[in-house]
């Protein structure tokens, strides 16, 4: 019995053969039109967020590559004196061309360039920002460039002669060790003064004397300050965001306002209120005298000291902690504490093994925040600090304001910056930041 094959069904005029090339409605072959629409819809998105990136790039990665360049270079004796510039990168010993070796004093060679230079340095008028260069690491030195400017004009040959006429300083080896290292435009020196460390004559690196440490133990106690207070700040805003997420809406509403509230006013304003409240003639210590906790000659030194910048820094910062823990805390369900003490867990061991853990990211944003500003503060120690209150970022501020030693100040300010970003990678490697919330 024979069989016929079923026909084939009839496809309209306008059907593609699943065989060919699938196209879209105006014949671009579909993998082509999926490329152009999605690099379309890259460059739309690239526009959108172009305003956004122009703006961090201008005011946060221009001025820190600018601060990393500038920690690394200073062109201010290379610039102004070439002559011994020239000298020092052609000779690497300094008694290599006719002063005594070993002594670190070297030849006429040497300061016939330095005579020239100064003559050119008086004409310039760069003396002074020479001298100001070598005194950076040998205080003393910028008068002594300046008044050797000043007699330029006489100096003649013998030049070594002349110039120890002039100031017998010129004969220091250390000097001339200094300006050696001075002469570099490209240099990491100021890295070494940023952690205590120098250049000896023999250009060996080895700790400053133990009474000229400044910058290491401020730096210690930058982040250990800084530790303390986030510390009492986690103390404070705990029960606070806890009582904001349980009350009902309208006094959470009302609480959150006094949260808010410091945020509306100056932060100087702040600052000096507490000038105000913790000097020795104060409120507070005026209302302990009248409740007769202290008597009115024992009164308690809370300014000028590290007491005020810890009050005064954990007042400021306070909100910073409390909204964090205050957005985790509000998603946490209230049936999970209610469901453990009814299976029979104690109010603490359901609060430690329940509602406590569930917290943990919003402790951790709120203490990395308040951790990182609290690094960077200048106003609050500044003014209530005293000497024993200050953090590296005063001592940042002064190099930039007032002894314009801009290399060092940002050299500090990488260190700083470097310590901030080691603690945030150790952070994400101990805890994860993916488990950091701010809501």
């Known amino acids: ?56 790039v201008l005011t946060f990665v221009a001025p820190i590559g600018q601060m990393l360049w500038r920690s690394v270079s200073n062109d201010s004796f290379s610039a102004n004196m070439p002559a011994l510039t020239a000298w020092f990168a052609e000779n690497e010993a300094l008694g290599s061309d006719g002063g005594p070796e070993g002594d ?13 230079d100064l003559k050119g340095a008086r004409e310039n008028r760069t003396a002074g920002i020479v001298g100001t260069r070598v005194n950076y690491d040998l205080s003393g030195t910028r008068s002594l460039f300046t008044k050797s400017a000043r007699q330029a004009r006489k100096l003649e040959a013998p030049f070594k002669a002349a110039l120890l006429d002039v100031d017998e300083d010129w004969g220091d080896a250390e000097l001339w060790s200094v300006m050696r290292s001075a002469s570099r435009t490209y240099t990491g020196d100021f890295y070494l ?13 080895e700790a400053v004397p133990e009474n000229r440490r400044i ?55 702040r600052t000096t209120s507490w000038m105000v409240m913790l000097q020795s003639q104060g409120v ?48 946490i369900p209230h049936d999970y504490v209610r469901a453990a003490r009814s299976l029979g867990a104690t109010p603490s061991t359901a609060f430690w093994r329940i509602y406590f853990p569930q917290t943990v990211p919003g402790i951790g944003a709120g203490v990395l925040l308040v951790f ?32 314009l030693n801009w290399s060092l100040a940002a050299a500090l300010a990488a260190l700083l910056l470097a310590g901030v970003m080691l603690l945030y990678w150790l952070y994400d490697r101990l805890i994860g930041i993916d488990n950091m919330k701010f809501g």
Request: hydrophobic content about 55%.
């Open 372 to 403: 990182i500003l609290a690094v960077g503060y200048y106003i609050t120690p500044a003014l209530v600090g005293g000497s024993s209150g200050q953090l590296i970022s005063n001592l940042i501020a002064f190099h930039m304001q007032k002894s």
């Open 1 to 56: 019995m024979s069989t016929t094959a079923p026909p084939a069904p009839l496809l309209p005029s306008n059907a593609v053969d699943s065989t060919g090339p699938i196209t879209a409605a105006d014949g671009t072959p579909l993998q082509t039109a999926l490329s152009r629409a999605t690099r379309k819809a890259r460059i739309r998105a690239f526009l959108l967020v172009a305003p956004l990136l122009a703006f961090v």
């Open 193 to 205: 003064a940023a952690l205590d460390m120098q250049r000896n004559v023999d250009g060996e690196i």
């Open 104 to 116: 670190g004093i070297p030849g006429e060679d040497a300061f016939e360039a330095l005579a020239t």
């Open 215 to 269: 910058y290491v133990p401020l730096f210690v106690r930058t982040l250990w300050l800084s530790a303390l207070i986030a510390g009492l700040c986690l103390l404070l805003a705990f029960p606070v965001a806890h009582l904001l997420a349980r009350l009902p809406l309208r006094y959470s509403n009302i609480l959150m306002i006094f949260v808010l509230l410091p945020f509306w006013t100056s932060l100087l304003v």
């Open 284 to 331: 507070v210590n005026d209302l302990m005298v009248a409740v007769g906790i202290v008597g009115d000659d024992g009164r308690i030194q809370m300014m000028y000291n590290q007491a005020g910048t810890i009050i005064a820094m954990t007042h400021i910062l306070l909100p910073f902690m409390i909204l964090p823990l205050y957005s985790v805390m509000k998603t």
